[in-house]
């Protein structure tokens, strides 16, 4: 069984831009879960879509936001994007509420 | 606010040692306490997890303690090995909540 991918694996963005991450989740895991991960603050929850619909959502500006398609696949979306936002973005998937499979993640450098 | 504060920050053992990494955490309503295992350049993987209706779990050379009334729980790596080395992670979940992650610990195994 295929593993949690995402796409792409690095980014290089410019401050203001916008940036579009994708999340592939393992087959028939309908949750998935976004994460940030920086230095010394370990994984910041971002948020969690369930059959289309946010579930959760973290502590985290509008500028961040995201979707889940019908075919369980997610895109996250940063907006104005801020030196702040480079970081290594996390996807995760399950089937049952409690075990998480991540992906490799995205890396995302803002110069 | 750190929902779960995890320590040390960094660890160094020798090969065969006892690796232990401890988190604390405050809100009673968690129910379910994973420790994550991430390698460079890979997500974090599940290692072992524990409910709070137990006091330890063990599962190979990894162990997790769990003292409900302290709200405290460990990972013991016993008989470290040098493919122990990575960085872990402790995380805590209220059942149709989000995780809160620890902000991780450096395991690095001397040969």
């Known amino acids: 069984k295929a593993g949690v991918t995402q796409t792409p694996r690095y980014l290089i963005k410019t401050r203001g831009q916008q940036v579009t991450l994708s999340c592939s989740p393992i087959?028939?895991?309908?949750?998935v879960s976004w994460y940030q991960q920086t230095p010394g603050q370990g994984l910041q929850f971002l948020f969690e879509?369930?059959?289309?619909?946010?579930?959760n959502k973290g502590n985290f500006p509008g500028r961040f936001s995201g979707r889940q398609f019908s075919n369980s696949r997610s895109e996250m979306n940063v907006s104005t994007l801020e030196l702040g936002d480079s970081a290594l973005y996390l996807c995760?998937?399950?089937?049952?509420?409690?075990?998480?499979?991540f992906g490799p993640g995205t890396r995302l450098t803002v110069l | 606010q750190q929902q779960v504060k995890q320590s040390p920050q960094s660890l160094i053992v020798q090969k065969g040692g006892i690796s232990i990494i401890n988190c604390a955490y405050e809100?009673?309503?968690?129910?379910?306490f994973p420790w994550y295992q991430q390698f460079p350049g890979k997500g974090p993987a599940l290692l072992i997890a524990?409910?709070?209706?137990?006091s330890e779990k063990k599962e190979g050379r990894f162990t997790i303690s769990f003292n409900k009334s302290a709200k405290q729980f460990s990972l013991h790596i016993m008989d470290s090995q040098p493919g122990d080395s990575a960085t872990y992670f402790c995380?805590?979940?209220?059942?149709?909540?989000?995780?809160?992650f620890g902000t991780g610990t450096s395991l690095t195994v001397i040969p």
């Open positions: 809100n009673t309503a968690f129910d379910y």
């Open positions: 995380a805590a979940l209220h059942t149709g909540n989000q995780f809160y």
């Open positions: 879509y369930f059959s289309e619909t946010q579930r």
């Open positions: 087959s028939g895991h309908r949750s």
């Open positions: 524990i409910r709070p209706d137990v």
């Open positions: 995760a998937s399950s089937l049952q509420a409690h075990e998480q499979f």
